[in-house]
């Protein structure tokens, strides 16, 4: 038998950016393998372009919200990540962070940066940066070097939350899905090209 | 059914109401309780007989309508953030006296932080002061199950109850296991009773102690008792919670390995505490621990608090959120352990800011050219965010920007120089409660601009409709009243109206009504143009 997931990720970004849907996806991701979940989101006025985070915790807890140095990860929509969600990593947490170029980010062991911005772009869908973030945070996670605790879930678990959300409308769906699979092999051409 | 599905908390209370044969809803938006009444509009097509489900217009006539349908017999719910509570107060105070027939559940929803409100005030403690009983979930889930509690508890007693979320449960998502939605085959039936539902002072004093005699009843009701969560080795040392503090403070006992050790009790019910219970608590233990947001409500009511440690005390902080690390370190010195150390963050981060292309930007941009010294009083939503562009000095509560224009005017009436003043408020802001001191400025003559800032929605809390949409929580067509007619008929002789893109034009409107107002007293620019976040409206010039 295996472990049972205890996980917890913190989701970064400024309102607008897409850190509530990306929560919300991984959270049905949870619910659909069985596990159970609990998210802390930022509504109201933070939503008008101010910093936001979620809290995301999947297995046995009972608080909606992560103490201080127990994060497993970290996925990040801006590079520039206020210290107050840093302070939230354990000390050999990973992050996955939505940046051209790998900066000093204090407190991080595990790095995984690409730039969701310009790959949205590429796929003609500037405002799918947080799914290709997701997607590369997925297979960065489980694919990259002495990561201790990957992403819970897969891509198909993620495309399969997306084919059940938007059933009815094939072109959101194909969008979405392109925009993942964009940040998924990003993570693989990235490194192949090392 | 049977499998469950990820629910934010509003949507959880919202599925409970549906669960729980409620006919009745109304609300205000307020952050956090706004997505409380979507919620409902998005489950009633499923319903077999549809809820009546409205936004109203502020709410006290949201409580006010909910309340009138619950004496009718059918159950009925209100829906509020914690300082709506306050505008609803009125109707609540008596509405406590007159009890009910139907279950009728008042939700307030509280704000410890604040993250999105002017206050960190405790509905739980307006529902002591209007001696009513409160139940404050810890989670989603737990809110579900609550709010069908509510309507029980409520017609067990004949009795309105509050259900006090607060943002963690409110915004938390959690896997949920729907129940059936039940529709009570139930008819009003309004039984007059004007002793009641009317009652005179003489009646109401009959009243009073009538509530005094439920309230005793309900402080023994087994339905909503503290509940032990774990019994402890340790009988010196027990730690009583409620709300999302239960939450934390479970997980944070099992991380400790203290589960075993420490007794954790909690309250479903802070207001009125369970008198058996007290008395247990403080004849069984030589220290108790209580954790609450965010007033120490549950710890007031506990007559010796020699023992007691809580906010009263002064062991709790009283002001701020009480985040799952600041209640470990309380556990921690609770039980003479090592404190976790906790680094602190610098204040970092983006504050929040008027979107790209917001018309209010436009609006604030064309008062500062109009009245580049004056004093600018604004109101509560998105255009608070002006101060950013130093164009809001004041913002108070909802409405108060057109009743603070006045008292600036009062204030500087006999000085040599007087200044210019430009109050700000929204479209759905003004219909809340900015009529009544329009009508008083318009009486006393003040010398003042007022720019309704009329972007066709309610948008901070999520693009809910105003009275002048034409439009209802589901989507069905409405009525509408229109600003213009209201301001004119509030007796302002100065109302013009202006799309601040066009700002060539209303710059120069602006500058006419506050010359204008100088010598004839109020004068209204209504600045109209659709908040950009708002997709269902298009302007001519739109593509």
Known sequence: ?194 | MGKSVLMLGNEAIARGLAEGGCAVATAYPGTPSSEILSSIASINKDLDEPMHVQWAVNEKVAFEIAYAAAITGLRAAVSMKQVGLNVASDPLMSAAYMGTKGGFVVISADDPGPHSSQTEQDSRFTAMSAKIPVLDPDSPGQAKEMIKLAFELSERYEIPVMLRPTTRVCHTRQDVLPGAMSRISRRPEFEKDPARWAATPKFRFHLHGELEKKLEKIAADMSTAPVSVSKGQDTSKAILVSGVAAAHAKEILKDLDLIDVISLYQVLQPFPLHTTFMDHLLNTYEEVLVIEETTGVIELQLADRSRVKGKMSGFVPRVGELLPEKILNLIEDFVGKDLTPHEQAAPGGRRPTLCAGCPHRASFFAIKKASPKGIFTSDIGCYTLGLNMGAVDTVLCMGAAIGQAAGFYHAYRNEEKQPDIVATIGDSTFFHAGIPPLIDAVVQKIPFVLVILDNRTTAMTGNQPTPASGVGACGESTGSVDIESIVKGCGVKFCQTGDPYLLDDFIPMVKDAVQFSKENGPAVVIARHPCILDRSIKMPYDK
């Open chain 1, 1 to 194: 038998m295996k472990p049972a997931v205890k996980q917890q990720i913190v989701i970064s970004g400024v309102g607008g950016q897409g850190v509530l849907f990306v929560t919300r996806l991984i959270a049905e991701a949870a619910i659909d393998k069985g596990l159970p979940v609990l998210t802390s989101e930022t509504h109201g006025m933070a939503q008008r372009g101010g910093t936001v985070v979620s809290h995301l915790k999947v297995g046995d807890f009972a608080s909606p919200l992560i103490r201080p140095r127990k994060a497993n990860g970290l996925l990040a929509l801006k590079a520039e990540i206020p210290d107050a969600h840093l302070l939230f990593l354990e000390p050999d947490a990973w992050a996955v962070v939505n940046s051209d170029s790998p900066r000093d980010f204090r407190n991080m062991a595990k790095l995984f940066n690409t730039d969701c911005d310009q790959l949205a772009l590429e796929i003609g869908n500037a405002r799918s940066a947080n799914l290709v973030l997701l997607g590369f945070g997925v297979a960065a996670t489980i694919g990259g070097d002495h990561v201790k605790q990957p992403m819970f879930c897969s891509i198909e678990d993620i495309r399969n939350v997306l084919l059940k959300r938007f059933s009815g409308n094939k072109k959101v769906l194909d969008a979405a899905v392109a925009a993942i699979e964009a940040g998924y092999d990003s993570f693989g051409s990235k490194r192949s090209s090392k």
